[in-house]
């Protein structure tokens, strides 16, 4: 009777699975016909479970806030790594189902390198956004501890600055105060201030939301926290 019931409760649980599969394709398939004031892109490492043991392996995420605000995830795919050709087949994927420059305000990121090639092959028109909080933990990773909160504090103004204008000229008085003393912090920011303030091109009210890649960690944190009980 015991091996009845759970023979019977494995074929209920393969009929779930089987319809799951088919709704993920459905969904992977779709076309896209919606624009989105902002797409954050990233990844997430998850555990897999295999025959010749467990490993760890990418979920390639589209996070969108669309033109009335709401928040959604567009699309994700399992690969293999967060190289430019997964980045390239994810993007490729998205741009042939309609998700093309001409419907997306802004694409923020994390600043991979990976990603960042597969954006100019794929969406080379849409402005790019390099997330402040990764930036600002590169800029302070690249101090002294003894003057790490200082610098900090004086790169904060760069972002929070009322225009681009105004934090151009916030860049410049951090660059004139700490280049002598952290060259390479003051460099980090240099170099990406383009894309660190492409943000400033979207409402004030979106501002905040589009700095960072933020709201697509959040995202993660909660897969994570789901994940961690039930394996």
């Known amino acids: 009777a015991i091996c009845h019931r759970l023979y019977r409760w494995i074929r209920f649980a393969s009929r779930i699975t089987r319809a799951l599969d088919a709704e993920l394709r459905r969904f992977q398939a779709r076309p896209i016909k919606k624009r989105y004031r902002c797409v954050m892109l990233d990844g997430v490492y998850l555990p897999i479970r295999k025959a010749q043991g467990a490993a760890r392996r990418p979920l390639l995420v589209a996070y969108g806030i669309?033109?009335?605000?709401?928040?959604?995830?567009?699309?994700?795919?399992?690969?293999?790594?967060?190289?430019?050709?997964?980045?390239?087949?994810?993007?490729?994927?998205?741009?042939?189902?309609?998700?093309?420059?001409?419907?997306?305000?802004?694409?923020?990121t994390d600043g991979g390198s990976g990603l960042g090639k597969a954006l100019e092959m794929v969406f080379p028109l849409s402005a790019h956004q390099r997330c402040w909080a990764h930036m600002m933990r590169n800029v302070v990773g690249a101090c002294p501890k003894r003057l790490a909160e200082q610098v900090r504090q004086a790169a904060s103004e760069i972002y929070k600055a009322p225009s681009r204008r105004a934090a151009i000229d916030a860049f410049r008085r951090f660059k004139r105060r700490w280049t002598r003393r952290v060259p390479k912090a003051v460099a980090k920011i240099e170099r990406a201030l383009d894309e660190l303030l492409a943000f400033f091109a979207c409402e004030p009210e979106l501002r905040r939301a589009v700095r960072t890649t933020n709201g697509i960690e959040r995202l993660f944190v909660e897969l994570r926290r789901r994940l961690r009980p039930m394996g």
């Open 66 to 108: 669309d033109e009335h605000g709401r928040r959604e995830v567009i699309d994700f795919r399992l690969a293999q790594s967060e190289s430019a050709a997964a980045w390239t087949r994810f993007l490729t994927s998205l741009w042939s189902r309609g998700l093309v420059d001409e419907h997306v305000g802004l694409i923020a």
